[in-house]
Each structure stands twice: as C-alpha cells, then as structure tokens.
C-alpha cells in the first residue's frame, strides 16, 4: 500500500513537473519570437540611420555672388552673400546669410574667387571660420580692370562650424552674368 502510495505521489510530481517543462517551453518560444522580431526592428533601425549618415555626407556649394555689378565699398566689413546659387547639395550654404555651416565633422575643401572692375581703390576678402580670421587677402591700387584674387583651404570641421567671407572696410568686389566672384566647396573626406 505504502508503495503504491509512493507511486502515485511521485507520479503526480512527475506530471506537475512535466507540465511546468511545457508551461517553460511555451514561454520561450514566444520571447525567441519577440526577440526575432526586435532584431528585425534594430535592422531596420540602422539601416535607415546609415542612410542618414550616408545622405548628411554629401556636401558640395558653388555659388556666384550676383548679376548686378559692384558691391562696396563700404565703411565697415561686410558680409559677402554669394546669392547666385548654382549647386547647393546638402544645402549647407545659404545665400540668404553667406553663412558656410558643416553638416558633419570632416575635412572640407573651399575656395573662392572675387573680382575687382576698377582701377582705384581696393579689392579685398576675408575668410572667416567660427568667427575668427584664417585668410585676409587685399590687392591695392591695381592697375587693370578685372583683376582677379583667388585662395582656397582645407579645414577640419566640427559639426556646426561655419565659415563665412566678408568684404573688408573700403574695399569692392564686382560680379555679374559671368560669375566674376565665386565662393565654392565640399567635403573632401570624414
Ligand atoms: C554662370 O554660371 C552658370 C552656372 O554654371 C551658367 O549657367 C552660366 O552660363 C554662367 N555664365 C556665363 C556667362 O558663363
């Protein structure tokens, strides 16, 4: 009796047991499901943040800075905006303030070209980088209509670091349908 006792009892525990195994068992093939489908998400995720990245890397400006003539002299620097937009990928020039801002931290290419039409006075600019001077060009009392004065660097930006040309006090550039002055540039490498 005793025995048969016993056997019933482990039977049961036995039973119990087995239908804990199957309770377990049915719990983890639905958080592998979960976990499936979390995984799918995360891909997803960052496959649209690399192409992102990938779209936020692409920077490349050139701009003319007008049709209409001269600009200066004026008696303080000037902002020169380059408003004659011909490319602006990634739109990180804007002609509305001539303000350069770096989408991403990278090496960037720049030059500009700025013309002078007449043959007194000064025609001058000046390179600005997070509002501190890296070019300041002039050229004095020349002689010839049309003179041309060009540079062009190459920088390591932060993200947000802007750049910027202005026209020195007493100076003048000219432009017009024949892209005399030129502001351009592009992300060489991150
Ligand atoms: C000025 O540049 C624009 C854009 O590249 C071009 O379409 C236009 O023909 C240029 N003007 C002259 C006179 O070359």
Not at 37 to 56: A, K, T, W
Not at 131 to 152: C, D, P, V
Not at 154 to 170: A, K, S, T
Request: with cysteine; net charge negative.
């Amino acid at each position: 009796f005793i025995l048969r006792k016993v056997n019933v009892e482990l039977r049961a525990d036995l039973e119990s047991q087995a239908a804990e195994l199957l309770a377990v068992g049915g719990r983890l093939t639905a958080s592998e499901g979960e976990l499936q489908l979390l995984r799918r998400r995360m891909e997803n995720l960052q496959h649209q943040v690399d192409s992102l990245i990938e779209q936020s890397a692409k920077m490349a400006f050139y701009a003319a800075l007008t049709e209409s003539g001269g600009v200066g002299p004026y008696n303080t620097p000037t902002v020169l905006k380059f408003s004659n937009v011909f490319t602006n990928v990634g739109d990180a020039y804007s002609p509305t303030t001539g303000f350069f801002t770096a989408p991403v931290k990278g090496v960037y290419y720049f030059r500009f070209t700025i013309c002078g039409q007449t043959n007194q006075g000064s025609m001058g600019v000046q390179l600005f980088h997070n509002g501190k001077s890296i070019i300041y060009n002039l050229q004095t009392r020349y002689n010839e209509f049309f003179e041309y004065l060009s540079n062009a660097v190459i920088l390591e930006l932060n993200v947000g670091d802007e750049l910027h040309l202005v026209l020195p006090e007493d100076t003048s550039v000219f432009d017009n349908v024949n892209n005399h002055s030129t502001f351009s540039g592009f992300l060489l490498f991150k």
